[in-house]
């Protein structure tokens, strides 16, 4: 069973707006913090965003204001919303779970925004 499934990715027009999820096993979303990252192609993975347990949030500058993590814990599903999309969001978006005893990947979804 793969721990994080991923989907949501797309094409979009600059301005426009996408909502990736990632779904995983209750015995592993109850437990992990949660974070969504990106890797662009030639560059390092950076990441997006994170949303602990409690439901605490921290974002990358570069997207503040624009994108939004949020985690669901009845349907252990982590969702990143991104709002005013710029074709420099253009990457492969992966989520990560991570608690005192794994860290998980999922296999990543593309998003490539046209200018």
């Known amino acids: 069973q793969v721990p994080l499934v991923e989907s949501g990715g797309g094409l979009v027009q600059a301005g426009g707006s996408l909502r990736l999820s990632c779904a995983s096993s209750?015995?592993?979303?109850?437990?992990?913090?949660m974070g969504w990252y990106r890797q662009a192609p030639g560059k390092q993975r950076e990441l997006v965003a994170t949303?602990?347990?409690?439901?605490?949030?921290n974002y990358a500058d570069y997207v503040k204001g624009r994108f939004t993590i949020s985690r669901d814990n009845a349907e252990n599903t982590v969702y990143l919303q991104m709002n005013s999309l710029k074709p420099e969001d253009t990457a492969v978006y992966y989520c990560?779970?991570?608690?005192?005893?794994?860290?998980?990947w999922g296999q990543g979804t593309q998003v490539t925004v046209s200018s």
């Open positions: 949303v602990s347990r409690s439901g605490g949030t």
């Open positions: 209750r015995s592993i979303f109850s437990i992990s913090a």
């Open positions: 990560k779970s991570t608690n005192s005893w794994s860290e998980y």
